[in-house]
């Protein structure tokens, strides 16, 4: 079995409901090395994080070469399973999207997040076939090219604003039922509204994690597999370029660089 394949196997064995997966997303080859080492078992990127680090907004705007030439770059600068954050899938139909799937897969990446939000005018998520062929096509541009792809299929009903129980549960069985592996539910932070997903829902479920939400303890004994922390780390490391250029500028201070990881560190993580 190719090494391809054994990170393809482990990524799917470490989603264990009670026992989640930790995943402290990531946007470019130094923040993956940062959290590779300080001990995450998985890699995973943000959509946001990786747009915004090459100079685009997040939504669908990166085009699909240079979104899939930056998951490549992650994928070989370390050595743990890598998902990666497809957005809608760059590609405006399905056999588009299952283009997007193979090249991410042959950058290296064992899972994705494919989202089923709609940018542009009309309703804010996609109709659930045209979600569903779009997930059927991810599954089977991973079932050709032989790579046990765990497919993370991202829900949007309640950043949307609807914030349907009964929707959101009847789209993760249809699009389970079109090869997705997990559920990903981001702006659920509720705990009864986190267990009744997790009771509902027969797969791995992942939330979306960060101030305010319920600790990644209480998380595991709701039964969530998965706990994401999305674009909220690639916004704090950004922050800090804010204050420090606000303080340089106003005060003339540095305080905002007090706890920065120093040269050396980041230096020897980049051999």
């Not at 997303?25 to 995973?44: E, F, L, P, Q």
């Not at 070469?65 to 890598?82: F, H, K, Q, W």
């Not at 592996?181 to 939330?207: E, K, S, W």
């Amino acid at each position: 079995m190719s090494e391809h394949h054994t990170r393809a196997e482990l990524f799917r064995s470490l989603h264990t409901a009670g026992s989640p997966l930790v995943l402290v997303n990531a946007w470019d080859a130094a923040s993956a090395r940062i959290v590779a080492a300080a001990g995450v078992r998985a890699v995973a990127t943000t959509s946001a994080g990786v747009a915004w680090s090459l100079g685009a907004s997040d939504g669908d705007v990166l085009g699909r070469d240079v979104a899939v030439e930056l998951i490549g770059r992650i994928t070989a600068a370390v050595s743990l399973p890598v998902t990666a954050d497809i957005e809608s899938g760059y590609g405006a139909t399905p056999a588009e999207v299952g283009v997007t799937a193979r090249a991410v897969i042959d950058a290296g990446a064992v899972g994705v997040n494919v989202e089923d939000a709609r940018r542009g005018a009309g309703p804010p998520l996609r109709d659930v076939p045209d979600q569903c062929a779009r997930i059927g096509a991810v599954r089977g541009a991973a079932d050709a090219a032989g790579v046990a792809l765990f497919v993370n299929a991202r829900i949007d009903t309640f950043l949307s604003g609807a914030g349907d129980v009964d929707e959101t549960v009847a789209r993760a069985r249809a699009y389970l039922a079109a090869g997705a592996d997990g559920i990903f539910v981001p702006g659920v932070v509720d705990p009864v509204t986190i267990r009744v997903l997790v009771q509902a829902v027969p797969a791995p479920l992942n939330v979306l994690a960060g101030p305010g939400a319920p600790t990644v303890d209480e998380l595991a004994r709701l039964g969530v597999a998965r706990v994401s922390l999305g674009s909220s780390v690639a916004e704090a490391a950004y922050a800090v370029a804010r204050r420090a250029a606000d303080e340089a500028l106003g005060a003339g201070t540095y305080g905002a660089l007090a706890d920065a990881l120093d040269y050396g560190t980041l230096n020897e993580l980049m051999r």
